[in-house]
C-alpha cells in the first residue's frame, strides 16, 4: 500500500531516495526532501511491506498530467513487482491526469502498463 510522506518518515524516505542516482549526494539529498515538504505540488509516498517501508515515489503533480521523478525500492526487495505496484497505484491516485517521466525514470515507466494514456 501507498503511505503518503509525513515527517515522522524523513530517514526512511531519505535512506530510499538514495538509491536513485542522482541522489546519492547527502546535499543534493537534502535539497529534494526540501522541495517535497515545502511544495504541495511534489508529492512523495512510501510503500509498506509488512512492518517496513520498502518503496518511495515521488511525483510533481499539474493539472492535467503528473511526473514521476522519483521511484526506488529498497536492494533486498527488487525484482518482485513492487515498482510495478506503487506505480499502478499512483495511476489511481491520480485517477485521470496523464503520466509523465523523467529521463531517469522513462525507461522503467515504459515497462509498466499505462491505464489512462501518457508516457
Ligand atoms: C527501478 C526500481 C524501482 C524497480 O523496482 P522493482 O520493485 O525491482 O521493480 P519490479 O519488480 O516491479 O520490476 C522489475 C523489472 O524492472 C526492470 N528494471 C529495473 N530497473 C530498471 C530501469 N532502471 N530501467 C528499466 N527497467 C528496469 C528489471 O530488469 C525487471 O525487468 P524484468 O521483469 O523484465 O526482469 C528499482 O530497481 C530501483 O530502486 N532502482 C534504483 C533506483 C533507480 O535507479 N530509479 C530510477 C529508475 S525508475
Partial sequence: MLYRYKKSFE?????????????????KLQQTMHIYEENPDWQLFLWKKGDDFVGLLGVEVGEETYTIHHL??????????????????????????RMLATEETEAFLKKCPVKKGGL
Fill in 72 to 97: 526506488s525500492v529498497n536492494p533486498s526487495h527488487r525484482g518482485y513487482g513492487i515498482g510495478h505496484e506503487m506505480v499502478d497505484k499512483i495511476q489511481d491516485i491520480m485517477q485521470n491526469r
Fill in 11 to 27: 530517514k526512511i524516505a531519505m535512506g530510499l531516495l538514495s538509491f536513485m542516482p542522482k541522489e546519492r549526494e547527502l546535499k
